[in-house]
């Protein structure tokens, strides 16, 4: 089971290093973790999924809770929440099979977003699922190289996260 914590911290040098580590030297299995400013400059907001039951993630949380850095955690639910993903994915594309590519790309919503000789340049968002399933399909065409951001998400609570401190 995967769990989806946002962890509100300090914005210095070293935080997101500090926290992946601790995380690493308690052998938590980290699935994505992405970090990036909010709203307030001194306040970096991290997006962790953790894989594991309700014990592991009250470890992870307790762990978390230890470090200086670390304002406040707060568990995303996924039914109260909106999670996002994005995906730049390189797929070989000479002219022959560029329109149905882009017939693929459009049914996904997604855009491309570099063309060149030899291949072309898709950007998607969308949750995991929209992510896998437009991965596999592009498989056909041949996928050259790919990366993919991990989850970020916000509570649908009127409140932002860091009023609730």
Do not use: C, W
């Not at 990036?36 to 762990?63: A, C, F, M, S, W």
């Amino acid at each position: 089971m995967t769990h989806t914590l946002a962890v509100l911290v300090l914005n210095k040098p070293g935080v997101l290093a500090r926290i992946a580590g601790l995380l690493s030297r308690r052998v938590f299995n980290i699935e994505s973790i992405a970090a990036g400013y909010t709203e307030k400059p001194d306040i970096t907001r991290i997006t962790i999924v953790v894989n594991g039951d309700e014990r592991v993630l009250e470890q992870v949380i307790h762990q978390l809770g230890k470090l200086v850095d670390v304002i406040k955690i707060t568990k995303i639910e996924e039914r109260d929440s909106i999670e996002r993903e994005l995906a730049l994915i390189k797929v070989q594309a000479d002219p022959a099979k560029r329109r149905d590519i882009v017939d693929i790309v459009e049914i996904f919503r997604a855009n491309v977003v570099d063309v060149g000789k030899e291949t072309m340049v898709i950007q998607i968002i969308g949750d995991e699922q929209k992510i896998t399933a437009f991965t596999h399909v592009l498989e056909q065409q041949g996928i050259v190289e790919m990366v993919r951001t991990g989850k970020i998400g916000l509570s649908r609570q009127p409140r932002a996260a860091r009023d609730e401190v």
